[in-house]
Each structure stands twice: as structure tokens, then as C-alpha cells.
Nanobody, 130 residues
């Protein structure tokens, strides 16, 4: 069984930064892609960003609309961990942020689809408010 655990959420003010972490534990597995989705109250789950790699090398990173430039995904080399650096946070970024891991190949639109991911974390709340 694979478990994904997110951390780093919290309450911040507009313009602040926040860094989320996601750690995978459990049986040995080699995810092809790990990503972040978010869900705001009353809204559907939304793709934020994803990163893919194979053979120890990062292949691509993908970002949802309006995320690139403010959000940056990174990976801890050699470990099943990903991070989401969020800068210049806005109230509309308020949501529960979920980490996801997928074991199958995906690219571009596929990696932005929640159905491409096999494992999900419980989520961490990010609230941006003055």
C-alpha cells in the first residue's frame, strides 16, 4: 500500500509564499508522475502542476492555467517526494491541495487529468486571507 502525506499548508496573507511537501511511503514503487491538484469549496478538483521523470531524470513539468510563474514544482532527487512552492498567493488560491502519484506514462493533457493518478493524499488546507 502506498501512502502520500502532504504537509506545509496553513493560513497566509495575500502576497505571501508557502511551500507544500508530499512524501510517499509504503511499498516500493516508482511513480512516473507526481502532481498537485486543489479543490476549493463548491468547486471541482483542479489541476495545479505535475512533474514526470524516468531513469532518475526529470522529463517534464506541467502547470495549470495561471499557475506557471507563481507556482513551481520540484522533486527531491532520489526520493519519492515532491514540493510545491507557491508565491504571490491570492485569496482565490484558497483550497485543499492534494498530492497525487501515477505509475503509468502520461504527458501534457494526460498528466493534467486526475484519472491518470493511482494514489492520492488526504490533502492539506491552504487559506489565503487578510
Amino acid at each position: 500500500q502506498v501512502q502520500l502525506v502532504e504537509s506545509g499548508g496553513g493560513l497566509v496573507q495575500p502576497g505571501d509564499s508557502l511551500r507544500l511537501s508530499c512524501a510517499a511511503s509504503g511499498r516500493t514503487f516508482s511513480p512516473y508522475a507526481m502532481g498537485w491538484f486543489r479543490q476549493a469549496p463548491g468547486k471541482e478538483r483542479e489541476f495545479v502542476t505535475a512533474i514526470t521523470w524516468s531513469g532518475g531524470n526529470i522529463n517534464y513539468s506541467y502547470y495549470g492555467d495561471s499557475k506557471k510563474g507563481r507556482f513551481t514544482i520540484s522533486r527531491d532527487n532520489g526520493k519519492n517526494m515532491v514540493f510545491l512552492q507557491m508565491n504571490s498567493l491570492k485569496p482565490e488560491d484558497t483550497a485543499v491541495y492534494y498530492c497525487a502519484a501515477g505509475t503509468n506514462y502520461c504527458s501534457n493533457y494526460g498528466c493534467k487529468d486526475a484519472n491518470s493518478y493511482d494514489y492520492w493524499g488526504q490533502g492539506t488546507q491552504v487559506t489565503v486571507s487578510s
